[in-house]
């Protein structure tokens, strides 16, 4: 029974497959980035456009307004149990724009791939969905079970209307289990599903000098607010690139038993990693089991971004006046980021950094879902029956989102699964793209996981 | 004779303020910028109009190509003794922009002062010397010695033509003396005479990573060139500041008792300098003596510049691929730029820092003339002359230049004197000034320093 809709969904698919793509290639057009300022009225298209989706799709759906981009919610279905689907309709900054090979903003097929900044987080995992949706809805009417759909504005930038929306809309968005944005295959093109997310901090060190830049002249004697930040940097790490931030170690809740024999199941192609990145070691050297352990189950304080003084062409001898470094800490089970801020200013203060201004951009909690709960073997279920090989479930992933706001604090059984992304879809960076094969995948499986889920 | 001289100059400058102003607003109004590729045309343009008024001040005047922009060559006069005068008709860049109360290139006057980029480096004291020149053949007829003006335009990118240029010219640069250019009064308003200049090694150390951005939930595996980039600068400078760079020291020849001396008669204002940049203390918390023997007699390692990764607004949480940093070691009378390099690259390839590209960009020699010389002897002399604060001597200055190619190579005394520039001028920064009076006592001071000079 089950494999015969689903057989009538694959030739649906695979019948409508220039109208699929038309419509992807549509909402990859909006530049919906969220880290740039103003430009309200086409971000709200944006989400207008997604509504209309999920009307055309059956949903009840509405924007609810946030102190930011608007939310985009709809429910259709009814039954005794609920599905929550998570996912965001703004992207990353295209920067640096240069490095691109087609337009950021015009979707382009290039041999079987899309390329377009977003395709691979999350819109593509959006549209797929919605996509899914209709497939099941035109084919079968209502949905046995309620399936709510949660897709906002500001993932991003680290989605800082989300926790007053999810506390003010506990019972809205009340569920079962909940399908987390994040929809990836691993390098052996094996869906993968992740039971959990790193938290994050988000920070800038501010340095500053003289008011205005002067003459190098002086450079032996003028505060150069780029060797102040060298400095306060080098107290966060060694000189073997070791995390020495006071206390942070301290925070680290060990994994659990079951967690641990996950990562020991995981294949990790670091080989092909690496060759992806075009580089010859990871950092300090680390390989196999150590390096996968280190990216799942260890904080990070990672440099994202710094800039002082003149950084165009030719020489400019001057000492800056200010410096700034953007830096994220992904934090694991155990380390929130408030406490890990207050760690951070401790540790500068305490080393007489108290001239290093510490701009707190935001935060994130760790989330973990156990990696034996109902909600992952439907998951794992379902890609066996669609057919593609075996999943592979990892207890965290190396991301972070505002998952913990609803599996922490909803309490909500809470995964990521899809296949739309993969290792080298260059999410966040210039040339982003999805495989079209694993798009179409991914409507398939979601239209399986659907039936699942109902039964 | 000499004075009534002085003072028919002095009436003639009184007299024709608006004219003088004119003409040095259109030298400003030209970006020459140095730094910037391209534009060859307009900037061969202001080498013309340089050339032109030189004629007009009755000299021969041509224009001598290089490999960059061209030399501006004029000469006029003729005796048994010859004065070159250096100076240079390119600037810094303008940038940041946003900074600027006024155009950069477009030079206005507020409460006295004039703004624009150039004016106190070096545009103004270029103009000083033709405008006193002119007035002096226009009262005298020709002059009675020989006066060879060199005017480059690369001087702000570190004169990469000069050193060619001026060992292919050693005949027709033949001097007795020297006038280089920096145009400068203290913060007493007494005008300071350098009797020589600090070396310079200007670099980039550029680290990379992966082949493109990673998503920073690889922060913990994936190589950082930022990281990397701090990595090697704590090895360049240890965490009290102090420069690290292995055998640097070891190159410094120790200063003369005869420049000791003159350091020790230099009035050092500290506060008002540290007011002027708009800070509590110096780097290290240096102080008087011991600050003003750092910034003449010490070598330097600035970072001038800094950048990697995102650096626009909000948060962007990647794992740049490239970073570099520039910088400028100033280096004292011994410390030669192509040794200095050597030890640089040495001493990273010693730690491990093989991987970080050091880009030469440039490099320039040290320069002294002795204090006692007869040049600086004229140049006290006519300034106490013209009436001005007694000037005050300095063995070296902080900054560089390619003074060394006149004085070591050419064996020509060479010293910088003139009082068109002050300690809140901001060279090389935004907002770059310099007061009228002081331009036009500079212009009186350059007419009285030829009549001298003849004698």
Known sequence: MEDSHGMDKDERIEGSKNELLDELKEFLGMPSVSARAGDEGSFRGCAEWVLSKLEEAGAEARLMETDGHPVVYAEIGAGDSTLLSYGHYDVQPPEPLELWESDPFV??????????????DDKGDVMARIQALRLYTQEHGPLPFKLKFLIEGEEEVGSPSLPAFVRQNEELLSADACLWEGSMKDDAGRPMIFCGTKGMLYIELRARGASHDLHSMYGGIAPNPAWRLVQALRTIKDENGEITLDGLEELVSPPSKEDLEAIEKILFNETALRASWGVDSFDRGLTGREALKEMLLRPTANIAGIESGYTGPGSKTIVPSEAFVKMDFRL????????????????????????VEVVDLHGVEAAKTPVDSPLVRTAVDTWREVGASEAVVYPTIGGSGPTSLVATELGIPTIMTGAVANVESRIHAPNESARLDDYFESIGYFARFFERFAN
Chains 1, 2 share one sequence.
């Not at 979707?107 to 691979?120: I, N």
């Open 107 to 120: 979707p382009e097929v290039r041999d079987g791939v899309l390329f377009a900044r977003g395709v691979a």
């Open 332 to 355: 694991v089970a155990g380390q929130s980021p408030g406490p890990v801020l207050d760690l951070l200013r401790e540790h500068l203060a305490r080393r007489g950094f108290s001239d």
